[in-house]
């Protein structure tokens, strides 16, 4: 059984997940969430769990978990850990919650076999609950329609030094770097009033790729959420700390988060030369910061990325890419350079986000996931998406309504 009480969202344990932290509480909150945090207890272990409660209309809300409950108990007792989890929210939420939809972090119970043989591995979702629901009171598990984050993602290792990094990377990635460098591409900070630019990029590269595109609003977020001041990465050349703020704003200050990246690349060199151990060490964050990173070809802007940094975690976020000028490499450079600022600000993982389970060339994706494992790293997957309902009329009328969504045409 668990135990919960009520927390202020700022005082989330510090963790490597964005999702489950206060500032990703205060993101989604501008987008219309209400967010809760909770400490919890059971009897063989203690943290605490982000909710954010999404009006579904007529008074009633969904209880969304994103990316947690961070620390996942023994696989088989998944289920009646989220059964426990579920009854003890739906006390503490209040009758207004329809179901409760869980995005679990946790290691997919068919990983090996989904590694192997590609997403085909997957068992229907019928029996992938039974799996789930093997011990529980209630059989009351779902997997929902669709994963809310990505279930499969590809996190590549930033310890050692720089060509230790590089040496991981597959050859064509390697090279695909050198030439960016050859041709000129210039990666660089930018401030928050390129949005558009990068947005304009964004829509681009969801049409050429077919994906529905998150729309602007989504990224205004993101800038104008309270972001804490963060310690510099506790290493023996460490860049000089970038200025405490409290939101992202143009201007001056954007000059000085520039020169500080500026000192941060002239530091690379001395800290190549320290150890894997050192280079690797960092302070504890306890929220997160944002790079806004834009990749130019003279005048043209090529490619973009948004990446988090929160604890030793950097997360791609959003990326973009122009039509024109595909052969300066620049989304090549432009994750090296992330890769670079976010190992000087201490993080020893980069997770690049979604790619197919498996080396399937049939998968609509498989280009991404080419692209992605090119860096090195290794594929992660996850549990996914899964709900709780307690409003069951509620419950089926929702994923109704996500399974046309899901079939609409983009």
């Known amino acids: 059984m668990f135990e919960l009480s009520s927390k202020r969202t700022d005082a989330l344990l510090p963790t490597d997940i964005l999702f489950q932290t206060g500032y990703w509480a205060q993101v989604k909150a501008r987008l219309g969430y209400t967010p809760k945090a909770f400490d919890l207890a059971a009897t063989d272990r203690h943290g605490d769990v982000l909710v954010l409660l999404q009006p579904m209309g007529r008074g009633r809300a969904m209880a969304y978990v994103p990316q947690g409950p961070e620390h996942a108990p023994a696989e ?5 850990f989220l059964e426990d989890l579920s009854e003890a929210l739906a006390r503490n939420l209040g009758p207004s919650v329809a179901f409760i939809r869980y995005d679990l972090p946790w290691a997919s119970p068919y990983a090996e076999d989904m590694l192997a043989h590609g997403s085909n591995a997957y068992p229907e979702p019928r029996i992938r609950e039974m799996r789930m629901n093997m011990g529980t009171r209630n059989w009351n598990l779902r997997k929902a329609h669709r994963d809310m984050t990505v279930a499969s993602s590809l996190v590549v290792d930033l310890t050692g030094t720089e060509q230790d990094i590089l040496a991981r990377m597959k050859p064509k990635t390697r090279y695909n770097i050198g030439l960016a460098d050859r041709k000129d591409v210039r990666v660089d900070p930018a401030p928050p009033d390129m949005l558009p630019v990068f947005h304009g990029l964004y829509r681009q590269t969801a049409l050429r790729n077919g994906f529905a595109p998150c729309g602007y609003e989504q990224f205004q977020a993101l800038f104008r959420a309270r972001l804490r001041g963060l310690p510099p990465a506790r290493a023996e050349h460490a860049a000089p700390a970038h200025p405490v703020r409290t939101e992202w704003p143009g201007g001056a200050d954007w000059h000085d988060w520039r020169d500080w990246v500026g000192a941060a690349d002239r530091t690379e060199a001395a800290r190549t030369s320290a150890s894997s151990s050192s280079s690797s060490s960092s302070a504890t964050f306890h929220d997160a910061e944002l790079l806004f990173l834009l990749a130019r070809h003279g005048t043209d802007v090529l490619a973009g990325a948004i990446v988090a940094l929160c604890g030793a975690t950097a997360h791609f976020l959003y990326g973009a890419s122009s039509n024109h000028k595909r052969q300066c490499m620049a989304p090549y450079a432009m994750h090296w350079k992330a890769m670079r600022l976010a190992r000087l600000r201490g993080c020893t993982a980069y997770d690049m986000g979604a ?7 049939a998968h609509p994706f498989h280009g991404l996931h080419r692209f992605k494992t090119g860096f090195g ?10 709900d709780y309902p307690i409003d069951h009329a509620a419950h089926r009328d929702f994923c109704n309504l996500e399974s046309l969504e899901r079939h609409r045409p983009s």
């Open 76 to 80: 088989e007792d998944y289920g009646p």
């Open 355 to 361: 790619v197919p389970p498996g080396l399937d060339p």
């Open 377 to 386: 790293g290794h594929v992660e997957l996850r549990s996914g998406s899964w």
